[in-house]
Nanobody
Framework: QVQLVESGGGLVQAGGSLRLSCAAS????????MGWFRQAPGKEREFVAS????????HYADSVKGRFTISRDNAKNTLYLQMNSLKPEDTADYYC?????????????????WGQGTQVTVSS
């Protein structure tokens, strides 16, 4: 398995930007599809974005398409989520996750390893 640690969360005003990072340790980061999920207070965890092991394919939730960008640097064992034009409804705990699937995947059950999460708060 791979161990995951998120960072980069914080408080930002609506319209602002944040970049989340997810540092991976363990074996073969470059063989895992990776994803970002989020969970707002009182709500279920939901898919945000995913990326294939090579980084060549990505998939986004409709709610973040055009505002968020997922990327990875396999040489640094790091996953990123660039979040622009943030809205108050983006407020949530954000989690990165690793999957053994070969392509980007939106299904939570496909992910084997999870980080502890980083909090993002967007003020209006």
């Amino acid at each position: 398995q791979v161990q995951l640690v998120e960072s980069g969360g914080g408080l930002v005003q609506a319209g602002g930007s944040l970049r989340l990072s997810c540092a991976a340790s363990g074996r073969s980061f470059s063989s895992y599809a990776m994803g970002w999920f989020r969970q707002a207070p009182g709500k279920e965890r939901e898919f945000v974005a995913s990326i294939s092991p090579s980084g060549g394919r990505t998939h986004y939730a409709d709610s973040v398409k055009g505002r968020f960008t997922i990327s990875r640097d396999n040489a640094k064992n790091t996953l990123y989520l660039q979040m622009n034009s943030l809205k108050p409804e983006d407020t949530a705990d954000y989690y990165c996750a690793a999957s053994r699937r070969v392509g980007p995947v939106a299904t939570e059950s496909a992910y084997d390893s999870w980080g502890q999460g980083t909090q993002v708060t967007v003020s209006s």
